[in-house]
C-alpha cells in the first residue's frame, strides 16, 4: 500500500475476529516495530506474543477489572453523550472479548528510568510502526494502557522481570468492520506558527 | 512511496541542510502527525513551527546547553567506542548547528496527569506519523528531548501555557546524507512468544 493511504486510514479498529493471525504477518509487524527510532539506539523494547487462551483469559480478566474501575462509573454519561457513545461503546466490546482476540502483543521496555513524562519516547514510535503495518496488512489494532493497573499480575503471568516495564498491549486481529479515516481535528486548528497561538494560512488545493 | 519502503528506510537524520522546507511539505506531514491514534481521541497535541531564526538560535542554545551537561563528561569515552561513535558525531554535530536546520516542531501536550511512564502513548504516535511522512517526502528528521532541560525557558520564549508540556523537538530539513535502513537487532531477537525469554521459529522466505 502508499504510505499516506495508510496513514490516513489507520484507526482504532477494537471489534475483531477470532480467527488466526499468521506468523508471517506478525513477523512482518514486528520487522516493522524494530525499525522505529529509539534514543541513543538503545532498543531497550521487547515484544510478547500471546496466543494462548489461559494467558489471554487471564490477562483479558486484569483488562476488563482495568476498564470497569476507570471508565465504568462514567457509563451512563458516555452513552448519553453522543460524540463519545460510539467510541465507549467498542472500548467497551473490546474490554468484554479481549480473550477471543487471537493475539495480544505486550511491548516492554527495559531499565526506565523512573516515572518521566518523556519514558515513552523509546517504545511509542515502535507501537506505532507495529500498528501501521498492521493496518498495511488489513489487520486491525488498537494501543491499549489500561493492562497497567494490573501490571504486576501480568508481569508474573509472563515471566517478565522487574527491569522491563509493560508499556502498551496491542490486541491483534481480523476486523469485523472496515477502515476508514478517522475524526480528528485538522492541522490548522492544532498547529501554531513561530509561537503558540499563532496561526498559518494553508494554501488551497 | 510504498508503506513498507518508507518504513525500513527511516533512519535519523542529523545532518541537514539549511536549505527551506515547503509550506506544502509542512502541511502534509502536520496532516500525518494528526492521524496518528491518542488515548480516548483526545488529541492533546500541538505542533509548533518554529523557524524564526532568532527562535532557532535560542532553542539551539538551550538544547547545546542540555548536550553537554547530557552527553558532554562521555565525549572521550563515546569517541572511543566503535559501536558509538558515529551515532555521536552525527548527535553532537546537530546540538552544534540546530539553529541553522530550517525548521524545528515542537510538539506538545495537554492535561497531563503528572509523570508517568505511559503519558507517551497519547504522543509520540503522532510523532512517529510526523517522521515517517518526512521520509516519505525525502525530508529528515530525528526525535529529540534533550530542549526538555531547558524546558520553561522553551515555554517562555513561545508563548506556551503551563497546562502544556513539550514533549519532543524534531528537527526538519533535507538531509545532507542519504536515507537507508538502521542498524537493529532482529525481530527474532527482541520478540518472545508466549512468555518472556521463549523464541519462536522464523520461516526462512
Same mark, same amino acid.
Given at each position: 500500500?502508499?504510505?499516506?493511504?495508510?496513514?490516513?486510514? $489507520?484507526? /482504532?479498529?477494537?471489534?475483531?475476529?477470532?480467527?488466526?493471525? %499468521?506468523?508471517?504477518?506478525? #513477523?512482518?509487524?514486528?520487522?516493522?516495530?524494530?525499525?522505529?527510532? %529509539?534514543?541513543?539506539? /538503545? $532498543?531497550? #523494547?521487547?515484544?510478547?506474543?500471546?496466543?494462548?487462551? /489461559?494467558a489471554k483469559r487471564a490477562i483479558g480478566a486484569w483488562y476488563l477489572d482495568g476498564w470497569n474501575k476507570v471508565y465504568g462509573r462514567n457509563r451512563e454519561a458516555m452513552l448519553a453523550n453522543e460524540a463519545m457513545a460510539r467510541t465507549f461503546r467498542s472500548a467497551d466490546y473490546l474490554a468484554h472479548h479481549l480473550a477471543e482476540v487471537p493475539v495480544l502483543i505486550i511491548a516492554t521496555q527495559r531499565n526506565n528510568r523512573g516515572a518521566d513524562l518523556s519514558a515513552g519516547a523509546s517504545i511509542y514510535p515502535a507501537v506505532q510502526n507495529l500498528m501501521l503495518a498492521a493496518r498495511a496488512l488489513g489487520l486491525g489494532t488498537t494501543l491499549t494502557t489500561l493492562h497497567r493497573l494490573h501490571e504486576q499480575d501480568v508481569k508474573d503471568l509472563l515471566g517478565i522481570p522487574a527491569d522491563a516495564d509493560t508499556m502498551a498491549l496491542i490486541p491483534v486481529g481480523h476486523p469485523r468492520g472496515t477502515f476508514g479515516e478517522p475524526s480528528r481535528l485538522p492541522p490548522e486548528k492544532v498547529s501554531y506558527w513561530e509561537r503558540w497561538g499563532e496561526r498559518h494560512e494553508r494554501p488551497q488545493t
Open positions: 500500500m502508499e504510505f499516506f493511504d495508510v496513514v490516513r486510514t $489507520q484507526r /482504532a479498529m477494537r471489534r475483531l475476529k477470532p480467527d488466526p493471525v %499468521s506468523d508471517e504477518d506478525l #513477523w512482518t509487524i514486528l520487522d516493522a516495530a524494530i525499525h522505529a527510532p %529509539s534514543g541513543g539506539n /538503545a $532498543q531497550g #523494547w521487547n515484544f510478547i506474543v500471546v496466543r494462548d487462551a /489461559a
